[in-house]
């Protein structure tokens, strides 16, 4: 690759070999470090291989030295096709005006790209990133990759470290984001009890701080006092001396039950391809589009499939012209019943997704149950899921917290 690049911008030439000192020469061309790749043969046998113009011409003293005689064969490069075509005016202003496009072009960011974002999309970070503003086809030297960085920590609070860097016509933003989100430094010690948050059926307990008020088997409902904070002190008569208020801190589990509901129309719309295609191009620049397909007869609709790419002289030198293929399907819409199996299908789908989001939360699922039923509006599917989890959440103590306690409390 770089000895074409080479042969390109220097001018490349082919040269023959004749004669029976061919190897003598390659050796004093070695010797004298002149540039020599390519060596090979043609479909006659000849001995051919690529070198500069420049070099070309230092090898004549080299081959009279080795008696071997050098016949150009093909001129390749720049120069060459500079010189052949140094008459063409518009063609060399072209050539010209396309380098200073290239240059202008050199000046503004053209692609931004993320690296190491896991939380965040790509998109969100760009909305953001609109707002400060920071976004493409604006002039570098307005981008202060200090400013952004510290504007995406103080933005995002899960982003721990960020690292912006312009080269060429890309921004590009490495990221890196808490694996857990850090717990308080200080734990929150204000007094509270703990009620149930849902209704449910007692399981097991896990008492760390405070008075259990419930025991498994035990029905509760939302609001009940599950454990107290308040914790009263007795004299050996068994009488009630004072209290002592804590933050109260428990496990308690109980058999819960949700329900989720889902309607579905009565039918819904079905594409059916008729096997008709049509395929064409389009070029994106400076945000503007042109599209090249054959036009569609009729009143046929057609679901449209594209690949975009965009173009980049290098890596990291990006260009605001945007290109691909546009792939056009025609389809025949049409109303469909739903089926019994249909919906039964869709019912376990549903199910199964709603169990999921359940177990992410730590929940642990006991038993599920859905059903179906049909109305003139449509389907209507109705699931309940029997579940194991954590009800008990903190509220404040009242200030006139009545004790009834007694030493014999269960805990």
Same mark, same amino acid.
């Not at 570098?140 to 690292?163: D, G, H």
């Not at 004299?235 to 002592?244: A, F, I, K, P, Y």
């Given at each position: 690759?770089?000895?074409?690049?080479?042969?390109?911008?220097?001018?490349?030439?082919?040269? =023959?070999?004749?004669?029976?000192?061919?190897?003598? %020469?390659?050796?004093?061309?070695?010797?004298?470090?002149?540039?020599?790749?390519?060596?090979?043969?043609?479909?006659?046998?000849?001995?051919?291989?690529?070198?500069?113009?420049?070099?070309?011409?230092?090898?004549?003293?080299?081959?009279?030295?080795?008696?071997?005689?050098?016949?150009?064969?093909?001129?390749?490069?720049?120069?060459?096709?500079? #010189?052949?075509?140094?008459?063409?005016?518009?063609?060399?202003?072209?050539?010209?005006? @396309? @380098?200073?496009?290239?240059?202008?072009?050199?000046?503004?960011?053209?692609?931004?790209?993320?690296?190491?974002?896991?939380?965040?999309?790509?998109?969100?970070?760009?909305?953001? $990133?609109?707002?400060?503003?920071?976004?493409?086809? $604006?002039?570098?030297?307005?981008?202060?990759?200090?400013?952004?960085?510290?504007?995406?920590? +103080?933005?995002?609070?899960?982003?721990?470290?960020?690292?912006?860097?312009?080269?060429?016509?890309?921004?590009?933003?490495?990221?890196?984001?808490?694996?857990?989100?850090?717990?308080?430094?200080?734990? /929150?010690?204000?007094?509270?009890?703990? !009620?149930?948050?849902?209704?449910?059926?007692?399981?097991?307990?896990?008492?760390?701080?405070?008075?259990?008020?419930?025991?498994?088997? /035990?029905?509760?409902?939302?609001?009940?006092?599950?454990?107290?904070?308040?914790?009263?002190?007795?004299?050996?008569?068994? +009488?009630?001396?004072?209290?002592?208020?804590?933050?109260?801190?428990?496990?308690?589990?109980?058999?819960?039950?949700?329900?989720?509901?889902?309607?579905?129309?009565?039918?819904?719309?079905?594409?059916?391809?008729?096997?008709?295609?049509?395929?064409?191009? #389009?070029?994106?620049?400076?945000?503007? !589009?042109?599209? @090249?397909?054959?036009?569609?007869?009729?009143?046929?609709?057609?679901? %449209?499939? $594209?690949?975009?790419?965009?173009?980049?002289? %290098?890596?990291? %030198?990006?260009?605001?012209?945007?290109?691909?293929?546009?792939?056009?399907?025609?389809?025949?819409?049409?109303?469909?019943?739903?089926?019994?199996?249909?919906?039964?299908?869709?019912?376990?789908?549903?199910?199964?997704?709603? $169990?999921?989001?359940?177990?992410? *939360?730590?929940?642990?699922?006991?038993?599920?149950?859905?059903?179906?039923?049909?109305?003139?509006?449509?389907?209507?599917?109705?699931?309940?899921?029997?579940?194991? =989890?954590?009800?008990?959440?903190?509220?404040?103590?009242?200030? *006139?917290?009545?004790? +009834?306690?007694?030493? +014999?409390? @269960?805990?």
């Amino acid at each position: 690759m770089r000895e074409k690049r080479r042969l390109f911008f220097k001018g490349g030439v082919q040269a =023959e070999i004749t004669g029976l000192g061919r190897e003598r %020469f390659f050796n004093i061309a070695a010797r004298r470090e002149l540039f020599v790749t390519g060596i090979g043969t043609d479909r006659d046998g000849h001995v051919l291989f690529w070198t500069t113009g420049e070099d070309y011409k230092k090898m004549k003293p080299a081959a009279r030295k080795a008696g071997v005689r050098l016949f150009l064969r093909k001129k390749y490069g720049l120069p060459f096709f500079l #010189f052949r075509n140094r008459k063409r005016k518009p063609l060399a202003a072209g050539f010209i005006c @396309f @380098f200073l496009l290239l240059y202008g072009l050199s000046f503004f960011i053209w692609d931004i790209s993320f690296e190491g974002n896991l939380r965040f999309t790509d998109q969100t970070l760009l909305h953001y $990133m609109e707002t400060l503003p920071v976004a493409c086809g $604006m002039r570098k030297s307005a981008v202060s990759c200090e400013e952004l960085e510290e504007s995406l920590r +103080n933005q995002f609070a899960e982003i721990t470290w960020v690292s912006a860097e312009i080269k060429g016509t890309r921004l590009t933003v490495r990221i890196k984001e808490n694996e857990a989100m850090l717990s308080p430094v200080e734990p /929150d010690r204000t007094p509270c009890d703990l !009620t149930a948050e849902k209704d449910g059926v007692i399981e097991r307990c896990v008492v760390r701080n405070g008075l259990l008020k419930v025991r498994a088997g /035990d029905p509760v409902a939302a609001g009940d006092l599950l454990v107290a904070g308040t914790i009263p002190i007795y004299d050996d008569s068994e +009488n009630l001396v004072s209290s002592h208020e804590i933050r109260a801190d428990a496990e308690v589990y109980a058999r819960t039950v949700y329900e989720t509901e889902k309607k579905l129309p009565l039918t819904y719309e079905v594409k059916s391809r008729t096997g008709r295609v049509r395929r064409g191009a #389009f070029f994106s620049i400076f945000g503007r !589009t042109f599209y @090249f397909l054959m036009p569609a007869y009729g009143d046929a609709s057609w679901e %449209f499939f $594209m690949e975009e790419r965009q173009l980049r002289l %290098f890596e990291d %030198f990006c260009l605001p012209v945007y290109g691909g293929l546009v792939t056009a399907l025609e389809y025949v819409p049409y109303e469909r019943a739903y089926t019994k199996e249909e919906v039964s299908a869709e019912k376990d789908r549903y199910m199964e997704e709603y $169990m999921e989001k359940l177990q992410e *939360k730590g929940i642990q699922i006991l038993a599920n149950d859905g059903k179906i039923e049909k109305g003139e509006s449509g389907w209507k599917i109705q699931g309940t899921v029997t579940v194991i =989890e954590d009800i008990a959440g903190p509220v404040p103590i009242p200030e *006139k917290h009545e004790e +009834n306690q007694t030493v +014999n409390e @269960f805990n």
